[in-house]
């Protein structure tokens, strides 16, 4: 029996108001043409039209979209690979170590994760930059997909893989043909949060960053910390707009395979 | 066979060696690191401190070095009162904010458990989706409504609620307003995980023995929520106490944060030793409840959850 009454409308409907309230009231401001971003001046994208000759905001994007496809994928292959350990393999030595590496990322203070990967790079002598930030974050957004896969493996019929075995399939063909299609709706809705992380980061980014890699996260930061500005407000909603429409496709390509229980879980898995 | 055998767990190993060697090498060398540096003294150079260990000098080397291993930074952390209302502030904050955060965040899940069925997955949908926008944009989106002539004073005044527009931003009222929106999804789904599981003829039977609605709420569902609470309060009280951004941008600069504090220490004093000591003393506050959520994590993981 399943009545949904007024006090559960009531606390969701307000709980919902909350989380969107200020970020649509954001992505209205971005169209606002007065430059005062406290007065409403009419309807205008002169903020976008501003935004295509702002070299140095568009060299920030593309250094971002670089790293956090460049971590993505590298986080997708460790962190598939640590799951697979973690569920298949039992216990081993060093199994308690290497979960607390696994899981310590996923509540550690960014400040701290980011001081420790600095004073590494500084301490090896490498110049920092673009690669120091996509060794980090991959560091970073691993465990993440490590928990998504794991998640389904642990929900996986291992029968496929022993008839395929019985079948004289070897190990390394089964894993290519029957496990990896089987957890690829995993893979790809932990890539696309490993890639939203990234992007999403700036403490690690500010701690690990060198001359010429300043990342989208850091550039706004610093604008921000000057107050409002209109031009900020049409760069955030572009980045809204662009995880609106991945989000989008990845549950459609979901609901396309498995009536859509992959994209939930994937969802849940931050 | 035997062959197979061989070369499978050869396959194995590597699966496990190649994630294993990653987080050693740029997760816990890194944490030795600093520990290191906490200890060395402080110096006018690039990089500036002092390095503890020279590795060319062998073992007299590493016998002078110890020798030299210095707890002046641990000592400036707990003579200098900056340092301990910094972590007192983050603790407290990051104990306030994870309350109000079950106050909030078990209405939303009790009420998205008791959706009918087939909006759950939209309602899921619509509490996860906000928490994939960057962290920044949504912080920088309270700015635009917080600030002294931004959209909730002009509705206060509008509204005649007040006569001068009360600042809100450099409060600690921004402050815990930034963190409970932040951190709303993280507590609201593993409350929502265990309600969702609850078996509700519990309730039924409850109920049919003559138990008020609201008497069998206290004495069935919230105990059997418990586990999705604790979860949900460790992950989101560990990562607070250490938060930089949220205070940083809302917060007054009064009272830091101990993040704000690590961060100063960093970029703006350009004290490693002191920073790196912050950091060490920070993570030895968190790692109590660290090694709970693991626990919890591991117990959930074997129940398949």
Redesign the interface.
């Known amino acids: 029996m399943r009545r949904a009454s007024w006090f559960n409308i009531g606390s969701l409907a307000l709980g919902l108001a909350f989380l969107y309230l200020p970020i649509v009231i954001l992505v209205i401001y971005s169209f606002n043409a007065s430059r005062l971003v406290t007065v409403w001046g009419g309807w205008s994208i002169r903020w976008y039209a501003e935004l295509i000759d702002d070299r140095a905001m568009l060299e920030s994007a593309w250094v971002t979209l670089r790293i956090a496809f460049l971590s993505a994928s590298a986080a997708t292959v460790l962190g598939t690979l640590a799951a697979l350990a973690l569920v298949r393999f039992g216990r081993f030595r060093g199994r308690v170590l290497f979960s607390g590496m696994i899981y310590a990322p996923l509540v550690m203070p960014e400040v701290i994760t980011g001081l420790a990967l600095l004073l590494l790079f500084v301490a090896i002598d490498i110049d920092r930059g673009f690669w120091t930030i996509a060794i980090a974050h991959t560091t970073l957004i691993t465990c993440f997909v490590t928990v998504v896969v794991q998640s389904r493996l642990l929900t996986f019929d291992t029968t496929l893989e022993e008839a395929a075995m019985n079948l004289g399939c070897p190990p390394v063909k089964t894993f290519l043909t029957v496990t990896l299609p089987l957890i690829a709706p995993a893979l790809v809705s932990g890539w696309m949060l490993a890639f939203t992380l990234s992007l999403d980061d700036l403490v690690v980014a500010s701690f690990t960053t060198g001359p010429g890699a300043t990342t989208l996260p850091i550039r706004i930061y610093s604008e921000v910390r000057l107050g409002v500005k209109p031009e900020i407000n049409a760069v955030c909603t572009i980045l809204i707009a662009l995880v609106a429409i991945g989000i989008a496709s990845a549950s459609l390509l979901a609901k396309f395979h498995h009536g859509g229980r992959g994209a939930m879980a994937g969802l849940a898995g931050r | 066979m035997s062959k197979?055998e061989a070369?499978?767990s050869w396959?194995?190993r590597l699966?496990?060696l190649?994630?294993?060697l990653?987080?050693?090498a740029?997760?816990?060398?890194?944490?030795l690191?600093?520990l290191k540096?906490s200890l060395s003294h402080t110096a006018v150079a690039q990089?500036p401190y002092t390095p503890v260990f020279d590795v060319a000098a062998g073992w007299s080397g590493v016998i002078r070095a110890l020798s030299t291993l210095s707890l002046e930074n641990y000592a400036l952390l707990g003579s200098d009162s900056l340092y301990l209302a910094s972590y007192i502030k983050s603790l407290e904050i990051a104990a306030g904010s994870t309350l109000l955060l079950l106050l909030?965040g078990f209405?939303?899940a009790?009420?998205?458990a008791?959706?009918?069925?087939r909006w759950q997955?939209v309602?899921?949908?619509?509490?996860?989706?906000?928490?994939?926008?960057?962290?920044?944009?949504?912080i920088?989106?309270?700015?635009?409504?917080l600030?002294r002539?931004?959209?909730l004073n002009?509705l206060l005044l509008a509204l005649r609620i007040v006569d001068e527009p009360p600042a809100w931003l450099s409060t600690d009222t921004a402050v815990y307003l930034g963190i409970v929106?932040s951190y709303?999804?993280f507590m609201?789904?593993p409350i929502y995980?265990t309600l969702e599981k609850m078996d509700?003829t519990l309730l039924?039977a409850a109920a049919d023995l003559g138990c008020p609605n609201w008497k069998a709420f206290w004495l069935v569902t919230l105990p059997l929520s418990r586990p999705g609470m604790v979860a949900g309060a460790?992950?989101c009280f560990?990562?607070i106490?250490?938060?930089?951004?949220i205070p940083d941008?809302l917060g007054s600069s009064q009272t830091m944060m101990i993040?704000q504090t690590?961060?100063a220490e960093?970029f703006a004093n350009r004290d490693?030793p002191v920073?790196?000591a912050v950091?060490v003393v920070?993570?030895c506050l968190?790692v109590m409840?660290?090694v709970i959520?693991?626990q919890v994590?591991?117990r959930d993981?074997a129940r398949?959850g």
């Open positions: 197979l070369q499978r396959g194995e699966i496990l190649v994630p294993y990653w987080l050693a740029f997760f816990l060398v890194p944490f690191i600093v540096i990089p909030i209405p939303i009790y009420g998205m008791r959706a009918p069925r997955p309602v899921f949908v619509l509490v996860v989706l906000p928490f994939w926008t960057s962290f920044l944009i949504r920088y989106a309270w700015i635009n409504i600030q002539d931004g959209l002009q929106y709303l999804p609201v789904l995980a509700e039924e460790l992950l560990i990562p106490v250490g938060e930089f951004v941008l993040g690590l961060w960093f490693w920073a790196s950091a920070l993570l968190l409840p660290i959520y693991e994590q591991t993981l398949g």
